[in-house]
């Protein structure tokens, strides 16, 4: 039904940047964002806007990345700065649709992109 396609993963040293992008198909989403799993690790937030711009980030990424979105191209972006290696991981984009007056919700995922922060 949806289907959200990624962009933007790549290999970068410590303290560079990259941006991430990624564009859904049908109607637009309440809630778009990504999500991060290192190897051996389980799946975390790393950062979710809504469709009227609130904005939440993981801790680990607060001060460093930024969430933006484009209602109108249902696209969202990840602009990440000052990467450490400990951001290694396979990002996936996620996103989020209201189905019904009491507030479930249907999530939609990525295949995933690799960022990999290595000297």
């Known amino acids: 039904q949806v289907q959200l396609v990624e962009s933007g993963g790549g290999l970068v040293q410590p303290g560079e940047s990259l941006r991430l992008s990624c564009t859904a198909s049908?109607?637009?989403?309440?809630?778009m964002g990504w999500y991060r799993q290192a190897p051996g690790q389980e799946r975390e937030l790393v950062a979710t806007?809504?469709?009227?711009?609130?904005?939440k980030y993981g801790d680990s990424v607060k001060g460093r990345f930024t969430i933006s979105r484009d209602n109108f191209k249902n696209t969202v972006y990840l602009q990440m700065n000052s990467l450490k290696s400990e951001d290694t991981a396979v990002y996936y984009c996620?996103?989020?649709?209201?189905?019904?007056?009491?507030?479930?919700?249907?999530?939609?995922w990525g295949e995933g992109t690799l960022v990999t922060v290595s000297s």
């Open positions: 049908g109607r637009r989403l309440d809630t």
């Open positions: 996620n996103g989020q649709r209201v189905v019904n007056v009491e507030g479930a919700t249907v999530n939609f």
């Open positions: 806007i809504t469709s009227g711009g609130t904005i």
